[in-house]
């Protein structure tokens, strides 16, 4: 394991934030913290990275107990969400700065700092100040500045977060070809579930200070532990009292076992998928189905259609 | 449209300020200049060389840059203080940094005498000498640091030195590599401030370095003896050479900070 938290607990005054802890993080592995804001990712990888003291519990990186290992004793590389740039300093000289704090020679450190602005694409840019970049930019040049120590692991903040959303979907399948090629043992925190099913091999969902559920997105996203995972990982839809995928419902004309009768009160058009929503039995609920189905069935308001779950659906009990 | 309506603001704006500082600034400097040159240029260069002129101008100058050069040090280590350590009493100090300003300055040198004259509770007798002269200025140009760099220290982004800390920086490292580069500019020009404030003090030096001419007399109470024998070509004559050096000394933190902050 490259990472191992092990109980760990923490509270700001009197308010618990991380709450009996533990996770593991294979070597190699890209693993995203997953939960809404203020569930205490921020600080967990702070702990991680010694910027921040627990409470009780302990972390180990590679195996060694860094607990009370000061923040520059650990190797460990760290992208701010709000990039944390060095203002008084080129990128250059941004992404430099670890290897001048070891004293590497200067040619060594030219061939190192140019090779990893190739990687981030911004090797033209090097002469210029952090003010003079985009917001990917400085990202980007946030991130070559932390692999450039070479750390045995990587710990990125909401590295997305300030973008907008097509620079986000751009940098995001960016980072998991970077980490591709690297290979370096990488946590990165996100709210957005689309973004840690997409980039990531493992998912930690961490909501209210408390580890919820940790699995690969496929395991998470389909096998959720509890209701509020399922909300959080994806539209859900309430049936019968279960909890379902709207996706994993389907709508018939005639009455099919296990059905129940729904009156359809909308039909919306999202280009290639069609929201059908439907009254049961007093209470609303929603299907989506593709355009294709929705030709098929022809549909439209107020008609009387049956819908269940299809076979194999995951659905939850929410207990009443 | 928007465009044409903006410049033109600008240009209201820059026509204010251009009247206003000319009013308040430039005539009355210019009128200075002018007036030491009155009997011509020799003259003028032996009204600022006469030997007690003199005395009182390399006196004033030196003790300056001293006093300057200490303000620089301990401004920023009280800003820092102020900023970063949490003390019972903070804020009373914060506010006790700006009375210097508040008090007038004869008043100041009324109280220095008291404290560091020959009835000193203290036991420390510094009246009528050099140290007394560096010691008033120290104490009406203590805020110029304190209050330059106190706010830049303030929005000085934390995280910039928790980064530093996890690429291996030490925390002497991280203050020389990431919190100084920053703070600079805001020294130096709480430096500048604090020297041109020097070179022209008056009221606080006036008591306890006794005005021994070519021992504790400034330039400032030079001056003010020579508008009182009526030689105000000479008086001005001073006055303009304390202006120079104060432009010089502006002007030379300013290239200072440029090519500081363009070498990083
Ligand atoms: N330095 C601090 N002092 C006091 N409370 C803090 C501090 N840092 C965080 N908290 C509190 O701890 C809780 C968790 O904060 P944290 O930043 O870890 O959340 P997060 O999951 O990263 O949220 P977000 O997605 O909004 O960034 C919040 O309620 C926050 O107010
Ligand atoms: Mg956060």
């Given at each position: 394991m490259a990472i191992e938290v092990r109980d760990v607990?923490?509270?700001?005054?009197?308010?618990?934030?991380l709450r009996d802890v533990s996770i593991d993080v294979a070597a190699g592995s890209l693993t995203a913290l997953l939960g809404p804001s203020?569930g205490g990712k921020s600080t967990l990888l702070r702990v991680i990275a010694g910027l921040e003291?627990p409470?009780?519990g302990t972390v180990l990186i590679s195996g060694v107990d860094a607990?009370?290992?000061?923040?520059?004793?650990r190797n460990v590389g760290f992208v701010f969400q709000?990039y944390?740039?060095?203002?008084?300093?080129?990128?250059?000289?941004?992404?430099?700065?670890?290897?001048?704090?070891?004293?590497?020679?200067?040619?060594?450190?030219?061939?190192?700092?140019?090779e990893l602005?190739?990687l981030v694409h911004?090797?033209?840019?090097?002469?210029?100040?952090?003010?003079?970049?985009?917001?990917g930019?400085?990202q980007r040049m946030a991130l070559a500045r932390a692999l450039a120590v070479e750390p045995q692991v990587l710990l990125l903040d909401e590295p997305f977060g300030a973008l907008?959303a097509q620079v986000r979907k751009e940098l995001r399948t960016w980072l998991r070809r970077l980490h591709d090629e690297v290979h370096v043992t990488t946590v990165f925190v996100t709210h957005d579930q689309e973004e840690a099913i997409e980039v990531a091999d493992e998912i930690v969902v961490l909501a209210g200070g408390e580890v919820v559920q940790t699995g690969t997105p496929g395991e998470v996203y389909d096998n959720p532990a509890n209701p509020f995972v399922m909300r959080f990982l994806g539209p859900v839809?309430?049936?019968?009292?279960?909890?379902?995928r709207?996706h994993d419902?389907?709508?018939?004309?005639?009455?099919?076992?296990?059905?129940?009768?729904?009156?359809?009160?909308?039909?919306?058009?999202?280009?290639?998928?069609?929201?059908?929503?439907?009254?049961?039995?007093?209470?609303?609920?929603?299907?989506?189905?593709?355009?294709?189905?929705?030709?098929?069935?022809?549909?439209?308001?107020?008609?009387?259609?049956?819908?269940?779950?299809?076979?194999g659906?995951r659905?939850l009990?929410?207990?009443? | 449209?928007?465009?044409?309506?903006?410049?033109?603001?600008?240009?209201?704006?820059?026509?204010?300020?251009?009247?206003?500082?000319?009013?308040?600034?430039?005539?009355?400097?210019?009128?200075?200049?002018?007036?030491?040159?009155?009997?011509?240029?020799?003259?003028?260069?032996?009204?600022?060389?006469?030997?007690?002129?003199?005395?009182?101008?390399?006196?004033?100058?030196?003790?300056?840059?001293?006093?300057?050069?200490?303000?620089?040090?301990?401004?920023?280590?009280?800003?820092?203080?102020?900023?970063?350590?949490?003390?019972?009493?903070?804020?009373?100090?914060?506010?006790?940094?700006?009375?210097?300003?508040?008090?007038?300055?004869?008043?100041?040198?009324?109280?220095?005498?008291?404290?560091?004259?020959?009835?000193?509770?203290?036991?420390?007798?510094?009246?009528?000498?050099?140290?007394?002269?560096?010691?008033?200025?120290?104490?009406?140009?203590?805020?110029?640091?304190?209050?330059?760099?106190?706010?830049?220290?303030?929005?000085?982004?934390?995280?910039?030195?928790?980064?530093?800390?996890s690429?291996?920086?030490?925390?002497?490292?991280?203050?020389?590599?990431?919190?100084?580069?920053?703070?600079?500019?805001?020294?130096?020009?709480?430096?500048?401030?604090?020297?041109?404030?020097?070179?022209?003090?008056?009221?606080?030096?006036?008591?306890?370095?006794?005005?021994?001419?070519?021992?504790?007399?400034?330039?400032?109470?030079?001056?003010?003896?020579?508008?009182?024998?009526?030689?105000?070509?000479?008086?001005?004559?001073?006055?303009?050479?304390?202006?120079?050096?104060?432009?010089?000394?502006?002007?030379?933190?300013?290239?200072?900070?440029?090519?500081?902050?363009?070498?990083?």
């Amino acid at each position: 394991m490259a990472i191992e938290v092990r109980d760990v607990n923490k509270s700001f005054g009197a308010t618990p934030v991380l709450r009996d802890v533990s996770i593991d993080v294979a070597a190699g592995s890209l693993t995203a913290l997953l939960g809404p804001s203020g569930g205490g990712k921020s600080t967990l990888l702070r702990v991680i990275a010694g910027l921040e003291q627990p409470d009780t519990g302990t972390v180990l990186i590679s195996g060694v107990d860094a607990t009370r290992l000061a923040p520059q004793r650990r190797n460990v590389g760290f992208v701010f969400q709000h990039y944390a740039a060095f203002k008084h300093l080129t990128v250059f000289r941004n992404v430099a700065f670890g290897l001048e704090i070891r004293k590497r020679p200067k040619a060594e450190i030219r061939k190192r700092v140019m090779e990893l602005l190739e990687l981030v694409h911004l090797e033209k840019l090097a002469d210029r100040y952090p003010s003079q970049l985009s917001g990917g930019q400085r990202q980007r040049m946030a991130l070559a500045r932390a692999l450039a120590v070479e750390p045995q692991v990587l710990l990125l903040d909401e590295p997305f977060g300030a973008l907008d959303a097509q620079v986000r979907k751009e940098l995001r399948t960016w980072l998991r070809r970077l980490h591709d090629e690297v290979h370096v043992t990488t946590v990165f925190v996100t709210h957005d579930q689309e973004e840690a099913i997409e980039v990531a091999d493992e998912i930690v969902v961490l909501a209210g200070g408390e580890v919820v559920q940790t699995g690969t997105p496929g395991e998470v996203y389909d096998n959720p532990a509890n209701p509020f995972v399922m909300r959080f990982l994806g539209p859900v839809t309430e049936i019968g009292g279960n909890l379902v995928r709207p996706h994993d419902i389907e709508i018939s004309q005639d009455p099919v076992e296990g059905g129940s009768p729904a009156v359809v009160s909308r039909v919306v058009r999202l280009g290639f998928e069609v929201r059908v929503e439907v009254e049961i039995g007093g209470h609303e609920a929603w299907v989506q189905v593709t355009r294709d189905q929705a030709d098929r069935l022809g549909i439209g308001p107020g008609d009387t259609v049956h819908v269940r779950p299809v076979p194999g659906a995951r659905s939850l009990a929410l207990a009443v | 449209m928007t465009r044409s309506r903006v410049a033109g603001g600008t240009a209201a704006g820059l026509g204010i300020a251009m009247l206003y500082l000319s009013l308040i600034v430039l005539i009355p400097l210019a009128a200075v200049v002018w007036r030491s040159m009155d009997e011509g240029p020799g003259y003028f260069w032996r009204s600022i060389t006469t030997p007690d002129a003199w005395a009182a101008l390399t006196l004033t100058i030196g003790a300056s840059a001293l006093v300057a050069l200490i303000n620089l040090v301990m401004g920023t280590i009280i800003a820092w203080v102020l900023v970063r350590d949490r003390f019972p009493g903070r804020s009373v100090l914060d506010t006790i940094i700006d009375l210097p300003f508040a008090l007038p300055t004869i008043v100041a040198g009324l109280v220095l005498l008291a404290l560091y004259g020959p009835q000193s509770p203290l036991g420390i007798n510094l009246a009528y000498t050099r140290a007394a002269v560096v010691l008033a200025l120290m104490f009406v140009t203590l805020p110029f640091v304190v209050r330059t760099v106190q706010p830049v220290l303030l929005e000085l982004d934390k995280e910039m030195e928790q980064a530093a800390a996890s690429l291996g920086a030490g925390p002497f490292q991280t203050f020389r590599r990431i919190i100084l580069p920053n703070l600079i500019p805001a020294m130096l020009s709480g430096t500048a401030l604090a020297f041109t404030r020097a070179i022209a003090e008056f009221g606080s030096t006036v008591l306890i370095s006794g005005n021994l001419p070519f021992k504790t007399q400034v330039a400032a109470v030079n001056i003010f003896s020579q508008i009182e024998s009526d030689n105000t070509t000479g008086a001005a004559a001073i006055s303009t050479a304390l202006l120079a050096v104060a432009l010089v000394a502006l002007i030379t933190l300013d290239v200072l900070q440029r090519w500081g902050s363009r070498r990083g």
